[in-house]
């Protein structure tokens, strides 16, 4: 079978804001990330996914674009990003730009230039309506804001400072192709694509996802900028399932390669304060829903394998209770590695990172989770339980400075970090795990290696995947059969020991030692055929 480029990626996800600041000022830049592409290419990813670093008042984070050709100067200037895809390009290590085109921000000067009346020509790149109605913010609040001197409301599906762009505008459109070919020009290799699924909104009738147009969209995209290049494209699809995903990524459409989603952590949020009041972690629950997205349809469609993202807290906290955080990162790395599909590393992962304890209100500092700190007290909840709710299952946990050693705050940076560094950087870091045989970083090295090699790839990407014991409260287990091989996959998802149902057969790889038992979050991987 022959491998296509962007089905072999191995992707490392940077949060730029926290990766490594250069210059002292307690943010993450450009800079700092070249400094350490020589840590990415010795991990074994072989290409990076940047959170955005484009000009931006920066009220989510940089998802809020004033510029797009612009390099925010906290991160840097536009010649450090031509020096980031020089460096990148000579170690071989792709560059994903993240594209966040469903808004803008309100600073950006198609939205000021909207504001300036009804006939301006950039008024319409904008969505607007006489009236508001009851369709929600995904922050909190309504998404339609009035703006007097036009007597109107525009829509935003996220903060008001998010504008949202109306797609149905078909010189909008040529303006966005036009800027996503600039990048690839200048040697990107693809872009993550927030919210995509966005696109085709329908807000009189309430619909945000999957609109009447969206594909329409999408496939005059790929025609217009990823045509005939060799570029990688992943969609955020938080509406996904694993229909709609081959609509998105079956090849014959010619839209995307592959996208991310959600239900395997969405799942567990609550009917009515959803992500802040989870329901308990359920394994069984995880395998249906991971299992059902193995077995549809992959031969027409692309999987995007992760756990973790700057929008989830990690998956260790929130599925492992009782597990060792450590070995529990080597666990679902392992899973992500041996299901069909690409697989992504959000940073941090590779060395077990943990969250930050926040002991007050005012060390959260997202958008979001300031909005729902106010939405669910006026919801009745106690300031005690709201604090409760929103720190523990806020996005700040996932944004934390990166740990490199154990020296102040991780030695992110000289200054004070922009945001709270986790609680244990003391320990666990890259200083104290890069020469530790039996660390998670150096079990992330030797996994990727080992399933790039040429017998495993092809049956790692194209072999069956078959579930096995569904209904075991403990174990993670499947095999994959790919022409005449067959490999077994078992990983102990509990605290206590389970029995290893294959021991004594040819065992290719594992986190632990070959035994009767696999101790929690074990990991082994055997040839079966
Ligand atoms: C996506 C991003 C998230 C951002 C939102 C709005 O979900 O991952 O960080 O806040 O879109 O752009
Ligand atoms: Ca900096």
Known sequence: ??????????????????????????????????????YIKDLGATAIWISPCFASPMKDGGYDISDYRSIDPIFGTNADM???????????????????VNHTSDQHVWFQEALKGKDNHYHDYYVWRKKANTLGSVFGGNAWEYVPALD?????????????LNWENPKLREDIYEMMNYWLDKGVYGFRMDVIENLGKQPDLLITTNGEHLHEYLQEMHQKV???REAFSVGECWGADD??????????????????QFSFFAQFWSQKNGKWNPSPFDLIKLKEVLFHKQITETKRSWNANFWDNHDLPRATISFCKGMDRKEASKMLFAISCFEQGTPFIYQGDEIGMGHPLFLKEEEIVDVEARNNLTCLRDQGFSKEDVFKMVSLNCRDNARTPFS???????????????????????????EAEKND??????????????????????????????????DSPSSFSFLRVYKDQEIGFIANFSPSPITNPWEG?????????????IPSCGVLIYRLK
């Open 1 to 38: 079978m022959n491998i296509k480029k962007w089905q072999k990626q191995i992707v490392y996800q940077i949060y730029p804001r926290s990766f490594k600041d250069s210059n002292g000022d307690g943010i993450g830049d450009l800079k700092g990330i070249i400094s350490k592409l020589d």
């Open 82 to 100: 031509d020096e980031l895809l020089l460096e990148a390009k000579k170690r071989d290590i792709g560059i994903i730009l993240d594209l966040v």
């Open 152 to 164: 109107e409301y525009y829509l935003h599906l996220f903060a008001k400072e998010q504008p949202d």
């Open 226 to 228: 990823y045509e005939g």
């Open 243 to 260: 229909h709609t995903r081959i609509l998105y990524t079956d090849p014959d459409r010619k839209e995307l390669n592959m996208v991310f």
């Open 404 to 430: 490199w050693d154990s020296t102040k705050d991780g030695g992110f940076s000289t200054g004070t970090p922009w945001l709270k560094a986790p609680a244990d950087y003391q320990t666990c870091n890259v």
């Open 437 to 470: 045989e039996t660390s998670v970083l150096s079990f992330f090295k030797k996994l990727i290696a080992f399933r790039q090699k040429e017998d495993i790839l092809p049956l790692v990407l194209f072999g069956d995947f078959i579930p096995l014991a569904e």
């Open 505 to 517: 057969k040819e065992l290719l790889f594992g986190s632990v030692p070959e035994d009767r038992y």
